[in-house]
Every structure is written in C-alpha cells, then in structure tokens.
C-alpha cells in the first residue's frame, strides 16, 4: 500500500509560503538590510534551517521576495502603454499608482534612500536597478512629452522627477523609522495634488494649444 503523503506535501508548501510572507513582511517594514535568518524563521513562527530546506539560502528567498514586491508594481508600469492617454497623463497617473504602493512598503522606501549612493556609484547596481525600475520605458515617455533627443537631457528630467515626487515619501519612511524621538510631520497636500502641481509647473511648456 502507497503511503499518502499529500498532507505532508501540503504541510511543507503552506510553510514556503509562511516563509516567503514573512520576508515580504520584514522588508515592507524595515528593509532589506534587516532581514536575518532567525527573524524571517520568528515572523513565519518555524524553524530557522527550513529556510535552506525550501530556498537554497536566505539570498534566494529575498530574491523571491523582491520579486512578488517588484510584482507589485506591474500595473503601475502597465500605465505607461496605455495609449488612450496622452502621454502627460500616462505619465501622471504612473507616478501616482507606483507612489501608493511605495507607501505601503516604508521599509523598501528607506532602502532606496540607503543605497542610492550604492546604485549610484556602481555600475552593476545601475544596471540592475534600471531593469527593475523600467528606466527607458520612462524616458521613452519623456521624449514622447518633450521630443527631447538628448539621453542625457531627458536623464535629468527623469531624476528631477523622481526626485520631486518620491523624496517626500522616503524621508516620511525613513523619519518613521527613526529613533526613539518622535518624527516630525510632514504636511503635503494629497498625492494627486502634488503630482498635478509638479506637472503643472514643469511641462507647461510642452502642452498642445
């Protein structure tokens, strides 16, 4: 007779999810660089070697991580195709749905903030930060906008940009993460209203009569 080992199958994948989840959690609230083996193996309530059992190491299951977090992200980026828009708007509505979920990840926000010196230092960490963050398919907006021909030109917009819009909700993350002290408040009109006023002012210059 077959031994039925399903429930063990079952047992062993609802685990690699509790895992996986745990991390997830850990890094929309702190940040990839407190991530540890034992407080994944705490927040998933299991034991600390099941970890390498179900990933390989711990790099391998932040990386799955990262990868759902990216994930979630895919319709913010889906925006930028979406040609019944003109590309103000596509571009507009991008920078708020992607700004939303940041905000939903402090721990990733004050990570970005961490290591831009790092990515903006190494061209390794360039390279794959510009995959993740589907630079060109941004800067191809931009050039859409403006018909700016120069890489470097409509580089710097998209850093302005960026700059503008997620500063204030990095350092809302990083200030909330602080110390023991209470973080000041940062008092900003809603998102929309940012984004709305930031375009205003920035491509007016390019709007069709």
Do not use: W
Request: hydrophobic residues 40%; contains cysteine; proline residues 3%.
């Amino acid at each position: 007779m077959m031994k039925d080992d399903s429930s063990v199958n079952t047992a062993g994948n609802d685990t690699k999810i509790d895992l996986l989840k745990a991390t997830v959690e850990l890094i929309r609230e702190e940040g990839i660089a407190c991530v540890t083996l034992r407080r994944i193996a705490d927040k998933a309530a299991t034991n600390l070697a099941l970890v390498n059992y179900h990933f390989g190491s711990k790099e391998k299951l932040i990386a799955q991580a990262i990868g759902s977090i990216v994930g979630t992200f895919e319709d913010a980026f889906a925006l930028l195709d979406e040609r019944s828009m003109g590309p103000i708007e596509r571009l507009k509505q991008f920078f708020c749905r992607y700004i939303k979920h940041l905000q939903e990840y402090p721990g990733l926000a004050k990570e970005l903030l961490d290591q831009s010196r790092l990515i903006l230092c190494s061209q390794n960490e360039y390279v794959r930060y510009s995959k993740v963050m589907k630079t060109e398919k941004l800067m191809d907006t931009l050039r859409e906008i403006t018909g700016e021909t120069d890489e470097s030109v409509v580089r710097g917009m998209m850093t302005q940009l960026y700059g503008a819009l997620f500063y204030p909700v990095i350092m809302n993350s990083y200030l909330g993460m602080g110390g023991e002290e209470p973080a000041p408040e940062i008092r900003l009109p809603d998102l929309e209203d940012q984004v709305d006023m930031l375009f205003s002012h920035y491509f007016h210059r390019y709007k069709k009569d």
